[in-house]
């Protein structure tokens, strides 16, 4: 007998990074909508140890100038500069630990954040969008920080990038997972 259809399970299945987005993306009701229920993934304490900051328009430009002023070389930054432009929407990922927490150490406060966003992903796919998500050295960026309004003692992971596919169904079929290699049962049982 074959199991019904399961939308969640075929949203995990078909999700997969884009780099070309276009638009649409969600406005600020669908995001929120979304925010808050990837905001159910797992998080010890419910500390929600995460922030984002909606990059849209021209200040996704005013992004990429910050960007480039980053950059370590002119043809660095002229690239650094364009990236935001990528997609219609931007959504940094700040990274927002409480220090010395009695019961949840930092690593699980950053597994929440990483897994809140994978989630926000995933919703993002299974209502029409596309995302996928970027780093790289300008994280690090004091001037990019400070446009972002990064604080001391936050991290900025990056940014989701959203938007619509470029190409609709030009999605790029994974071979399933070897599971014998990453999964090991210990099972008295034999089974």
Known sequence: MTP???????????RRSTPRLTEPAPGRHD?????????????????????LIAVTGDERARLGDVLGEAAAAPEQARRAAA?????????SIVH????DHPKVPGWEQLAATTGMVTTLSLLLHSHGWASIWRTGAAIQAPQVRKYLGVIEGEQLLGWLYVGTR???G??????????????????????
């Not at 019904?4 to 078909?14: D, I, M, Q, R």
């Not at 999605?171 to 210990?186: F, I, N, Y």
């Open 31 to 51: 995001l929120e909508r979304l925010v808050q229920a990837a905001a159910t993934a797992p998080d010890h304490g419910r500390l929600r140890p995460w922030r």
């Open 4 to 14: 019904p259809p399961n939308p969640v399970l075929e949203a995990v299945l078909s």
């Open 83 to 91: 990236k935001p432009l990528r997609a219609p929407l931007l959504l």
């Open 166 to 168: 470029c190409s609709p």
């Open 170 to 191: 030009t999605c790029v079929e994974r071979p399933l997972l070897d599971t014998t290699a990453k999964v090991t049962w210990l099972d008295t049982a034999g089974g």
């Open 96 to 99: 927002c630990p409480v220090s």
